[in-house]
């Protein structure tokens, strides 16, 4: 079983920035796939970022694209999002979530709340 470990999340004003870590527990090269997603209560998970594990190539929600960023740490398992300039719409609870052919995995969810 593959656990993911998300940390960073907290309270902040508004264009203020967070940095989210997901702890991977088996090395990325078997997923194929990192991604961070959001929820709010009452509404669908949303894609907010995706990076792949090979390339790296990255993808963004409409929402998020200018403001954060998704990255990766090999060596450490690591996946991250940086977030900058964040608006009181950007309160979620964040999630991330590693993927293959086969395997679908998610974290416990860390939450964000941006608030004056």
């Known amino acids: 079983q593959v656990q993911l470990v998300e940390s960073g999340g907290g309270l902040v004003q508004p264009g203020g920035s967070l940095r989210l870590s997901c702890l991977v527990s088996?090395?990325?090269?078997?997923?194929?796939?990192m991604a961070w997603y959001r929820q709010v209560p009452g509404k669908e998970r949303e894609l907010v970022a995706a990076?792949?594990?090979?390339?790296?190539?990255?993808n963004y929600a409409d929402s998020a694209k200018g403001r954060f960023t998704i990255s990766r740490d090999n060596t450490k398992n690591t996946v991250y999002l940086q977030m900058n300039n964040l608006k009181p719409e950007d309160t979620a609870v964040y999630y991330c979530?590693?993927?293959?052919?086969?395997?679908?995995?998610w974290g416990q969810g860390t939450q964000v709340t941006v608030s004056s």
């Open positions: 088996r090395g990325f090269f078997s997923f194929n796939v």
């Open positions: 990076i792949t594990s090979a390339a790296g190539s990255r």
């Open positions: 979530n590693v993927v293959n052919r086969y395997e679908n995995y």
